[in-house]
């Protein structure tokens, strides 16, 4: 096998800001971004793609949510389910589109993942991951009464659900995954960050929770022996200071210096933190190189020109 590289594509890369999500806008919003991780099988990478589903599940949600006069409620985990089905349908269709135009001839899979967390996890006791549609105050404390969710304000526009984001313990079809690989496919798995489920007397359950997915990737690249994670999001590169008149763009960063970065606050818990701490624990599990870029920018990143590798030591040091 060539360099087995996990590429985590945002549930952005999908459906875009300010988009309504239709089907046709996320089909072209997936070829896009097909392109560039077609070019890359092209030039030899094995690749599992994964990727978040924010705005997807979001929209599952409400449509279950509007439906409930006609239709039984759907529980978050077969939600996430939906969305992996969904969303790796139409990633194998472009992304099989665009390696046959580079005349590769490779199936695009999509492995229905589960990943298992552990309910002792600390992120139970304190649900903090908003999710589907806003309510009114009314709306929000029925719910709370009538379904038990935990519901809080969010900054003026309305009430929320808030579920538990607890860390990614095991991806239980990484053997699958593997397997599929070594058969030459292209695999899609942990959609979403996976379909969260705990391990009780032997059995797996699926649970009301969300998973990060670039910790869930990183997880995956580990245990699949992956040499390299790109993360790829909406920046070229990370910087310090974001957004700030000081703003640096980063080329480079060690596991140390990651890491004293993230405690000094440049990488915020909702964005960039999970990425930066994600990267430092896939090398750290074995990987040998961690890429956040765009996926525009994922041919050059590659070649060197661009993003921000996350490595142990510095190149050259
Ligand atoms: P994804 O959907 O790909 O997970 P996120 O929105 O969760 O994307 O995280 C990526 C975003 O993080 C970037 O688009 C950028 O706006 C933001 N960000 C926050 N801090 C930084 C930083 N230090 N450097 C670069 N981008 C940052
Ligand atoms: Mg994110």
Known sequence: MGTLAVVAIGGNSITKAGQRGTIPEQFANAKETSRHIADMIARGYDVVVTHGNGPQVGNILLRAELATTVLPPLPLDTCGADSQGGMGYMIQQVLGAELRARGVDRTVVTVVTQTVVDRADPAFASPSKPIGPFYTQEEAERKELEEGWNVVEDAN????????????????????????????????????????????????????????????????????????????????????????????????????????????????????????????????????????????????????????RITRQVSGA
């Open 157 to 308: 526009r309305g009430w929320r659900r808030v579920v538990p984001s607890p860390m990614p313990t095991r991806v239980v079809e990484a053997d699958a995954i593997k397997a599929l690989l070594a058969a030459g496919c292209v695999v899609i798995g942990v959609g979403g960050g996976g379909i969260p489920v705990v391990e009780e007397d032997g059995k797996l359950r699926g649970v009301e929770a969300v998973i990060d997915k670039d910790h869930a990737s990183r997880l995956l690249a580990n245990d699949i022996g992956a040499d390299l994670l790109i993360i790829s999001t909406d920046v070229e590169r990370v910087a310090l200071n974001f957004g700030a008149e000081n703003q640096t763009w980063l080329r480079e960063l060690t596991v140390d210096s990651a890491r004293r970065y993230h405690e000094e606050g440049h990488f915020p818990a909702g964005s960039m933190g999970p990425k930066i701490l994600a990267g430092v624990a896939f090398i750290e599990g074995g990987g040998d190189e961690v890429i956040i870029t765009n996926p525009e920018s994922i041919g050059r990143a590659l070649d060197g020109e661009t993003g921000t």
